[in-house]
T-cell receptor, first 111, second 113 residues
Framework: DQQVKQNSPSLSVQEGRISILNCDYTNSMFDYFLWYKKYPAEGPTFLISISSIKDKNEDGRFTVFLNKSAKHLSLHIVPSQPGDSAVYFCAAKNSGYALNFGKGTSLLVTP | DTEVTQTPKHLVMGMTNKKSLKCEQHMGHRAMYWYKQKAKKPPELMFVYSYEKLSINESVPSRFSPECPNSSLLNLHLHALQPEDSALYLC????????????FGSGTRLTVV
């Protein structure tokens, strides 16, 4: 049972524009959310996180928005760069240790 | 040091071999994890160690045997694997329950022949 869902398997954006990656979750007990970026044959690289007590967290070009009532979060990348092309995983956790991952969205930023 | 280091990066083993994957972190994290990732799938949790004790085993077959010799090291011993066990094996660590600093290693690409 997939508790974290990324319904867009792929996204293509022009360089300089905004990339918006979406994530939905079903477990209302999740209290911490993370975004990871992954290149093929490498481990996920942590990008940005947000606690359930916040609705926005910003780090440079990356901003994560959390809408608890809709059980939805999104990652905004502005401006998008070709080096941002990778698979992005949304992950969520509750008081336990394990991360629940979405299936990922493959982002392609074209020049 | 803000990294999780995994060795080897690549491993090819036969179904009768015994091998070990190693993971090391020096961030003082007290929780360490093994995940398995197949192509085009998200990482799946295998084991969790908390304060050097096994706290979660996600019904992993006994041919995978984890070991935590100390707070900085985590091993995964492999024996009599099957070709379908071929995957990217990821180690991760975190400070604790809050999820802060949940950091992954770059993984070991395992191929079972």
């Amino acid at each position: 049972d997939q508790q974290v869902k990324q319904n867009s398997p792929s996204l293509s954006v022009q360089e300089g524009r905004i990339s918006i990656l979406n994530c939905d979750y079903t477990n209302s007990m999740f209290d911490y959310f993370l975004w990871y970026k992954k290149y093929p044959a490498e481990g996920p690289t942590f990008l940005i996180s947000i606690s359930s007590i916040k609705d926005k967290n910003e780090d440079g070009r990356f901003t994560v928005f959390l809408n608890k009532s809709a059980k939805h979060l999104s990652l905004h990348i502005v401006p998008s760069q070709p080096g941002d092309s990778a698979v992005y995983f949304c992950a969520a956790k509750n008081s336990g240790y394990a991360l629940n991952f979405g299936k990922g969205t493959s982002l392609l930023v074209t020049p | 040091d803000t990294e999780v280091t995994q060795t080897p990066k690549h491993l090819v083993m036969g179904m009768t071999n015994k091998k070990s994957l190693k993971c090391e972190q020096h961030m003082g994290h007290r929780a360490m994890y093994w995940y398995k990732q197949k192509a085009k799938k998200p990482p799946e949790l295998m084991f969790v160690y908390s304060y050097e004790k096994l706290s979660i085993n996600e019904s992993v077959p006994s041919r995978f045997s984890p070991e935590c010799p100390n707070s900085s090291l985590l091993n995964l011993h492999l024996h009599a694997l099957q070709p379908e066990d071929s995957a990217l094996y990821l180690c991760a660590s975190s400070q604790g329950l809050a999820g802060d600093g949940y950091t992954f290693g770059s993984g070991t690409r395992l191929t079972v022949v």
